[in-house]
């Protein structure tokens, strides 16, 4: 599914994050479901806003690829992530090859359930390769979705270190109509100490026939502890065709 809107377009040429490395993921909900023979392009990003010069202006933007072999497999390859750290600009963080696995057929139990595995290619000067993994569980009923995300994050390689980073993202949405769903989603990153929750929405527009949609989604998020940036915005947009 894909999610867009036209004010989008412009917020997805957003800076990079500060101290973290593959901070962009930090900002996705991911769906456990996939769909079978459906290819994806998708770009997304975020920026924020703080009165400590450290944090204001951070932020992150990336593109990727995806296709969907199987009706329980779906590879994605993020071509190009890029951080933006104040006082630094632009450096090209590196590349991704992601896997989503739907364990559950959609609705046959309360609780639809997927696994994520993703590798890391890190092109940051002396910083680690690294692996990320962890279930993806979604729950609907009648209008209401909820998404929670559980992924563990571990350094390899010669910089690596010896634990594992947890982070944890929640999505709510309502549907009132197919171009637009409001909602909210909530981050929690122990590693960073920022914990952050805002408004959320959703939508999707077909194109032409033959499968082809867009869809959009954004957030802007507010830091619930001090290790947060006051605001976040997200933007997210992605073209699905078979």
């Keep these: 599914m894909i999610k867009t809107v036209p004010h989008l377009v412009t917020l997805l040429v957003l800076l990079g994050t500060s101290e973290k490395i593959w901070a962009d993921d930090d900002f996705i909900v991911y769906s456990p479901l996939v769909t079978y023979g459906q290819s994806e392009v998708e770009m997304r990003g975020y920026q924020t806003q703080d009165g400590r ?4 202006g951070a932020g992150a933007f ?22 933006v ?7 090209f963080a590196g590349q991704e090859l992601e896997n989503t696995f739907q364990l ?3 609705g046959q139990y309360p609780v639809d359930v997927g696994f994520l595995a993703s590798y890391l290619q890190n092109h940051l000067p002396g910083m680690p390769n690294g692996v990320e993994f962890g279930p993806l569980l979604q729950s609907q ?3 209401t979705k909820h ?7 571990k350094d390899i390689g010669g910089a690596a270190t010896m634990g594992y980073n947890f982070r944890a993202a929640y999505s709510f949405s309502y549907h009132t109509s197919t171009a637009l769903s409001p909602g909210l989603e909530a981050y929690y990153r122990p590693v960073d100490h920022a914990h952050q929750v805002g408004p959320a929405f959703s939508g999707e ?13 954004g957030a802007l998020l507010y830091g619930v502890n001090y290790g947060a940036p006051d605001r ?9 065709f078979f």
């Design 147 to 153: 998404i929670l995300n559980l992924i563990w994050q």
């Design 232 to 240: 976040t915005l997200i933007a997210r947009l992605e073209y699905e």
């Design 85 to 91: 750290t104040p006082g630094l600009g632009t450096q």
């Design 141 to 143: 009923m009648g209008p």
């Design 62 to 83: 990336e593109t990727s690829v995806a296709h969907t072999f199987t009706d329980w497999w779906k590879v994605e390859f993020y071509t190009s992530e890029y951080n």
């Design 104 to 106: 559950t057929e959609a």
């Design 53 to 56: 010069s450290a944090m204001n």
């Design 205 to 217: 527009m077909r194109i032409g026939h033959g499968g082809k949609e867009l869809e959009y989604s």
